[in-house]
């Protein structure tokens, strides 16, 4: 099975704050999601990764950046917590290398960070 | 650009009846689409998906779906539902942009 793991399932930070999330899966997928989940918008692209060193935007990417230095880690930072970022953050994965996300994701269980 | 509505932000089902979600999109091409399921407290679970051929779609769970060109539709059912799949559901166009969701309660 596929297992996507994220370092931490709830977190609180102060505006401001530098905030890493990590994700990590361990089945040698090309491809890396960051999405934020937000009730009566459900989820909404960050960023994503379709090979090491490689990254796109997605539809909300302001506030946010990553970095893949390694095929099986993608990060997401948040350079100065603000409250608006307070939400559900999901990783996931997909095996295939492509920049339109044709392939089946394998989601991490989330983390769910609030910001004061 | 693409995108995906779910009508609907909540439906209650009874134990035991039959069960459709609704998604539409918008997309240019033939889309790849996907069902994925949220139970709670944990991360998304892919439930069946669309790329090309037979358009109706058979799942995990005992879920099809079915894709309608001519509708900009690919509706989720479920013949008889089970009080585990009290969830969120989730339609995806391309992978990448999800609907809403909608959220599944099951009544005894």
């Known amino acids: 099975d596929v297992k996507v793991t994220q370092s931490s399932r709830y977190l609180v930070k102060r505006t401001g704050e530098k905030v890493f999330l990590e994700c990590v899966q361990d089945m040698d997928h090309e491809n890396m999601f960051w999405y934020r989940q937000d009730p009566g918008l459900g989820l909404r692209l960050i960023y994503f990764s379709y090979d090491v060193k490689m990254k796109e935007k997605g539809d909300i990417p302001e506030g946010y950046s990553v970095s893949r230095e390694k095929k099986e880690r993608f990060s997401l930072i948040l350079e100065s917590a603000s409250t608006n970022q307070t939400s559900m953050y999901l990783c996931a994965s997909s095996l295939l290398g492509t920049r339109y996300g044709t392939d089946t994701q394998y989601f991490g269980p989330g983390t769910r960070l609030t910001v004061l | 650009a693409q995108s995906v509505t779910q009508p609907d932000i909540h439906i209650t089902v009874s134990e035991g009846a039959s069960l459709e979600l609704r998604c539409n999109y918008s997309y240019g091409a033939t889309p790849y689409l996907f069902w994925y399921v949220q139970s709670p407290g944990q991360g998304l679970q892919l439930l069946l998906k669309y790329f090309s051929g037979d358009t109706l779609v058979q799942g995990i769970k005992g879920f099809e779906a079915e894709f309608k060109r001519s509708q900009s539709s690919f509706n989720l059912r479920k013949p008889s539902v089970h009080w585990s799949d009290a969830a969120e559901y989730f339609c995806?166009?391309?992978?990448?942009?999800f609907g809403a969701g909608t959220r599944l309660t099951v009544k005894p």
């Open positions: 995806a166009v391309v992978g990448m942009r």
